[in-house]
Structure formats: structure tokens, C-alpha cells
């Protein structure tokens, strides 16, 4: 993985120490709250409901074991004992104190990771694919290139104060893993006829109070005028952006308004000024950064089948080992690996994406031992270990139990995305992990969810749709109505190659009703779908109607559909 030079441990130290003297002088009362609070949000710390929270870059979601014991610290020594990763490859702790954020700032430098631009309305952390660098479908090793974007976009001048935040993702495999089309740009890189590295740019995806997917506005960018491109796309953003309504200052409504074509041709323009300046990335920028996603000293190791693998175990441990091995265990470019997802949604007991401090020790003991000291951490919100080898399987199953991270539900129901909602966040207008727990304790027999198969639920506390609600098969997005929490539902979400948004069915229902709507849900799904059928699927061949009808037909209360929260 990417190591700091002279030049990234400089830059980070020092803007450690710059942060110090701001907290100090907040502190002291010489620089005021409103002053303050720019300078914060760009060090990723925010103030919620009881606690200050701090945002952690995880740059396209790769960190070593030696990283992860540093977070493990950061959790024990200045928060409560945990910490929360999240949607998009950040990791969140949400009990912090304005005193000891320059002290985790300065932990986080010793090991070559920051808070810078995790938050504030500048470009935030590139998330890319989980399985970067050892997909089977994978086309192009996105790394080096998101390492080259994010040393092009860190403390950018020109783009420290644009009229939003704005998200990049970055995809260079058959299936999308990034939710790429709900980003403020999308990129997904591919190799030409000839064999050179390009980009097909999609722009305007968002989700929040207005959920639009990206449009593609240029293919067959060649990789290196990525810098001059991107500069003439923020410029025409910068630009354009609409500054004086917070609601509709993201990108999307801008692509939105002028037509796609049009905002393609306004970049184009602006492009044709810079495009051939000194922005653009050089072969020795690549061969500088490329050195470092190098593979790693793999064996010469047979690939195992199932059966052989599966031999491994313990006549009466066989079936329970087969779920995960189904459900959790990923293929892999080399033969005799594989990846392994470690679940971090335990049914009914922490919220999803929350670790312990001795889960994280646990988990970089497990990555030193079976997977070359490096984790991934996924848009789903759980951790990978990418290189594991088939013999071991086995036995890191075992071991993965005993940290309860084991659980062969990846891509079932209770796989859920979900925002810490209004437990933590000031901007919620309702909670969400009391939902998700509430599912996952309703749903807790794996013999029914593997039954169901494949089904995204999706949970966000407010409009911002920080759990990605607009994309789950089933959503559940926190409103507010006269004071009371209220929770919509929308069915039909997808994310991958098929991304799209689903709809709301109608009116809100009470949070003790939600367990039985899903209940509904899925019980319509059971006796409408065709043979293995999945939940999308059925779902797109029999309409909302049936699904609507028995959501509904046990409600307390009919209420008005709530729009609106904080965008």
C-alpha cells in the first residue's frame, strides 16, 4: 500500500500543529465559533447532538493492521471504545472532545493517516472498490489512480470552498462496487483497444434530498489529463453552483438544470484552455505512486475446490462453514486466495459498522496472520481481508467467531446499511439504530435468510441519506412530523450495475410499526417471487402494488408522505 514521502508526512504534521493553535485559540476565546467552524469541518471534526464527532480518512478504503491498532487507540484512549465505519470508507468517533482532537490528529500522522477533508465543502475522500488490486472481474487496479487524485485534491486552493461537498468514486472492475452513479463524478477507468488506460466520466449523481443518478458526460479520457479535466468540471461547478440555496447547491441540480449535453459542452470549454498545461499527471507521478500497489508476495499455491476446502473442517462444523464460505468469501485473480469479508452487523447487538477496541486489535492480529498486514474497508460497512490463502480458510473462520465478526450474512437482509441517525447526528430527524436492531432481531434465523437471498435494506436518519436509504432494495429513511419520529419506506433501490432509485410507497408509519411493514414486505415477496427469484426482481416484474397493500394493512395510523430535513 502507499507510503507517506517527505513531502504527504510534511504536509500532515503540519497541519496538525496548524489545527492545534486553532483549537487553543477557540479555546481561549480568540476565535469565535462561526470563525472556527470552517477550520474544523476541514479537519473533519463536527459538533452533534452530545459529543463532538471526528471523520478519519480511510483514502479508497485501504489501511494496514498497524493503522487499524492506531484507531483501535484512538477509540480506547479518547472515545468509548468503538468506533464506526462507514459508507464511504471513513471511519467516525462520535465522543471525542475539542481538547484531544490535536492529540488524535497527531496519532493519526504517526501512522500515515488524517481527518483533512472529510468534511466542508470541498472534495472528500476518494472511495474506490473494496477489492481493488485482487478482483476476478477486475479490469484496471484503480489504486494508483486514486492515489494520484487524492495528492491532486488534498488542500486543492481553488477548490477549498465550493458551493457543496463533493464525492468522487472511483470503479475499475465488472461490477460496480462503488455506487458509482450516486457521486457528485464517477469514474470509471478501463483499458482501450490499445491497451492504454482511459476514463469514462459520469457527473451530476447524488442522493440527499434529491436522488439523481450520474449522467456520462465523457468517455475514453485518457488517465493523465485526469487532473485538467476534473479542474475544468469543479471550475464549471465553482462557477455555476447554486451558492445562494444550500438545498440546491450540489452538482446534481446543476447538471440537472442545464442538461447533461449542455454541462458536458460548458466543461469541454473551460477544458480547452487548461488541457494541456502542467496539471496533468506524468509517468513518473505514476511510476512514483505505482510501485506501491505492487502484489504481494504471493506463494505458488494450488486453488482449492469447494470440497477440498470444505474437508478442512470438522464433519459437524461443515454446514455452518459452508454459509460463510457462501456468503462471505470472494474470488480472488490469484489461485489459492481468496478475499473474506468480516461482518460488522452482529444481529440486534451493536449498530452496523460499529467495532470494538479489541475487535480492532482482533482484526489487525487476523490481517498480520492470514492477509499480508493490509484490510479494506467496504462501502457496505464491513472489513476485508483480501488475500487469505485457501488452506487457511478454515482456520481463520474460527478465529473470526471468537470476535463475532463471522456472521454469513453479506448481501442478506440484515446486512444493513444504516447512518448512526438520531442516537448521534444533530442534523437526524429520527433514530436508526434502534431500527436496524429491531430488524435484525426480528430476522435473526439464517436458515430464512438464506432462503430469501440477496436483499439490500438500507437505513438513513434523515434526508441527508448518509445510510444510502434511495438505494436499498428496501429502504427506511427517519422523518419528522409535529415532533414525532416518523419512518418512510421505499422499495425498489439497487446499487451495482443496475443502480437505480426506489420510490417511496406512500405514507410514514410509526418506529414499532417498521419491524411488521418489512415483515409484510418480505412475506409478499415469499409468496409472489419465481422459484430463486430475487427481491429486485420480483419486485420489477409484479409493480409496488402488492407490496404496498401489505405494508400498509396492519398501519396504526395513515399519515401524510413527510418530505423535506436537512439536504
Not at 13 to 33: K, P
Not at 367 to 390: I, P
Not at 405 to 433: E, H, Q
Request: some cysteine.
Amino acid at each position: 500500500m502507499y507510503k507517506y514521502d517527505a513531502i504527504d508526512q510534511t504536509l500532515v504534521d503540519q497541519r496538525v500543529a496548524q489545527f492545534r493553535d486553532q483549537v487553543a485559540r477557540r479555546l481561549d476565546g480568540t476565535l469565535a465559533e462561526e470563525e472556527f467552524r470552517p477550520l474544523r469541518l476541514q479537519n473533519g471534526l463536527y459538533h452533534q447532538r452530545h459529543a463532538y464527532m471526528l471523520r478519519v480518512a480511510i483514502p479508497y478504503g485501504l489501511f494496514s493492521a498497524k493503522q487499524l491498532r492506531t484507531l483501535a487507540l484512538i477509540s480506547e484512549k479518547y472515545d468509548r471504545g468503538y468506533g464506526h465505519f462507514t459508507t464511504r470508507q471513513n471511519i467516525q468517533y462520535n465522543w471525542v472532545t475539542l481538547e484531544d482532537t490535536p492529540d488524535i490528529l497527531a496519532e493519526l500522522a504517526k501512522v500515515e493517516m488524517h481527518a483533512i477533508q472529510t468534511s466542508g465543502n470541498c472534495i472528500r475522500n476518494i472511495t474506490s472498490d473494496a477489492f481493488a488490486g485482487v478482483a476476478a472481474d477486475e479490469y484496471v487496479d484503480t489504486r494508483p489512480i486514486c492515489e494520484l487524485l487524492r495528492q491532486w485534491s488534498t488542500l486543492h486552493p481553488e477548490f477549498a470552498h465550493l458551493p457543496r461537498k463533493f464525492k468522487f468514486a472511483v470503479n475499475g472492475a465488472k461490477e460496480d462496487r462503488t455506487v458509482l452513479l450516486c457521486h457528485d463524478v464517477g469514474i470509471e477507468l478501463k483499458k482501450n483497444a490499445a491497451g492504454e488506460l482511459t476514463a469514462d466520466i459520469y457527473a451530476g449523481g447524488g442522493m440527499g434530498r434529491t436522488p439523481i443518478l450520474g449522467s456520462l458526460i465523457k468517455q475514453g479520457l485518457p488517465w493523465n489529463v485526469l487532473p485538467s479535466y476534473l479542474t475544468a468540471l469543479l471550475r464549471v461547478y465553482n462557477r455555476f453552483g447554486r451558492r445562494d440555496n444550500l438545498y440546491k447547491a450540489r452538482i446534481k441540480i446543476l447538471v440537472k438544470a442545464l442538461g447533461p449535453e449542455e454541462f458536458a459542452r460548458q466543461v469541454e470549454g473551460e477544458w480547452a484552455h487548461i488541457k494541456n498545461g502542467d496539471d496533468n499527471f506524468t509517468q513518473a507521478e505514476w511510476d512514483r505512486v505505482a510501485q506501491h500497489f505492487t502484489k504481494p508476495a504471493y506463494k505458488s499455491l494450488p486453488a482449492l475446490s469447494a470440497e477440498q476446502v470444505l474437508a478442512s473442517a470438522p464433519e459437524v462444523e461443515r454446514a455452518a462453514f459452508a454459509r460463510w464460505i457462501e456468503r462471505n468469501v470472494k474470488p480472488h485473480q490469484i489461485p489459492g486466495y481468496t478475499s473474506v469479508i468480516l461482518s460488522l452487523k452482529p444481529h440486534g447487538t451493536v449498530a452496523p459498522g460499529d467495532a470494538t477496541t479489541a475487535q480492532m486489535n482482533a482484526i489487525a492480529d487476523l490481517a498480520d496472520q492470514y492477509s499480508f498486514g493490509e484490510l479494506r474497508v467496504t462501502h457496505e460497512q464491513n472489513l476485508v481481508l483480501a488475500d487469505v490463502e485457501h488452506a487457511k480458510l478454515f482456520e481463520l473462520w474460527q478465529e473470526a467467531k471468537k470476535q463475532k465478526v463471522a456472521l454469513p450474512n453479506i448481501g442478506l437482509l440484515t446486512d444493513i446499511i444504516a447512518c448512526p441517525g438520531g442516537d448521534f447526528c444533530s442534523l437526524a430527524n429520527a433514530k436508526s439504530l434502534p431500527i436496524a436492531k429491531a430488524i435484525q432481531e426480528r430476522f435473526d434465523d439464517l436458515d430464512y435468510l438464506f432462503d430469501l437471498g440477496d436483499i439490500s435494506l438500507n437505513i438513513s436518519g434523515c434526508i441527508n441519506s448518509c445510510g444510502h436509504h434511495h438505494v436499498g432494495n428496501i429502504g427506511v429513511l427517519g422523518v419528522d412530523k409535529d415532533g414525532e419520529e416518523w419512518y418512510q419506506v421505499t422499495l425498489g433501490g439497487e446499487q451495482g450495475n443496475d443502480t437505480s432509485i426506489g420510490k417511496v410507497i406512500g405514507p410514514s408509519f410509526y418506529a414499532d410499526e417498521i419491524p411488521d411493514v418489512i415483515t409484510n414486505v418480505i412475506n409478499t415477496y415469499v409468496g409472489e417471487r419465481s422459484g430463486d427469484e430475487p427481491f429486485i426482481e420480483t419486485y420489477r416484474r409484479i409493480g409496488v402494488t402488492p407490496f404496498k397493500e401489505a405494508a400498509y394493512k396492519n398501519a396504526k395510523k395513515k399519515e401524510k408522505v413527510v418530505e423535506g430535513g436537512a439536504a
